[in-house]
């Protein structure tokens, strides 16, 4: 069964609420993504050591809070991860992402930029790339540093490119896409499958729907 994103966030809040709280559905998220993209890339880490070169983008919200989570599992698995945060720390949005990010920085194997200058990437060189910018809170125009961001990703050949949860720039309900979308090799989803993806493999690639412990009683009264 396909869901809106409206019906996400209900079932997000009543899982909440009967004590499974976002931070579990956050850590849950970022780790099934993480070894979904193991299991896809590990071969080829024995091939080709540069896969290991990890670049996540994360936003300020809870889709970039996801990123982190991920970021921090591949480095566990011995990957080679440097996050952009597409702003400054004092400004994330979310107590999770908050979170994450304060226990990212006593990491020493993950390297750390903010502030969305995209020339401080200029001397780095990455196979993977992570977008965790927006998410399913797409609303209107895309704006810097977003924007930016996004074209950077889709004006190279990388070795992946793989979204969390949706695409940046894509309406999950509707499947439009904005004028300024990341094109996606692989697309890791949470919980259930949301309308407007099935339709749009152009830009999600491959879909893989992961299930972060959120109880089905959360469901009740929404599906």
Known sequence: MCITVKQM???????????????????????????????????????????????????????????????RHLAGYGANVTIFLLGEPDNIRSEECSWNWSLLEKMKSVKLLTGGNLEDLNNLEFKI??????????????????????????????????????????????G???????????????????VGMQKRKDMCGEIFVEKIGIPPEAEIGVL
């Open 9 to 71: 966030m209900q079932i997000e809040e009543n899982g909440h609420q009967m004590g499974f709280l976002r931070k579990f559905m956050m850590e849950n998220a970022g780790a099934a993504a993480a070894k979904r993209i193991k299991e896809k890339y590990a071969p080829v880490w024995f091939l080709d050591t540069d896969y290991k070169k990890i670049l996540v983008f994360a936003g300020l919200g809870n889709n970039g809070g996801d990123g982190l989570v991920i970021a």
């Open 129 to 174: 790339i992570i977008d965790g910018i927006l998410g399913t809170g797409i609303a209107g125009e895309i704006r810097e540093p977003h924007a930016s961001a996004i074209e950077f990703i889709n004006g190279k050949v990388w070795g992946g490119v793989i979204a969390v949860d949706v695409p940046s720039g894509l309406n999950p309900d509707t």
């Open 176 to 194: 439009e896409a904005n004028k300024i979308c990341v094109n996606a090799k692989m697309t890791v989803t949470f919980h259930r499958m949301k």
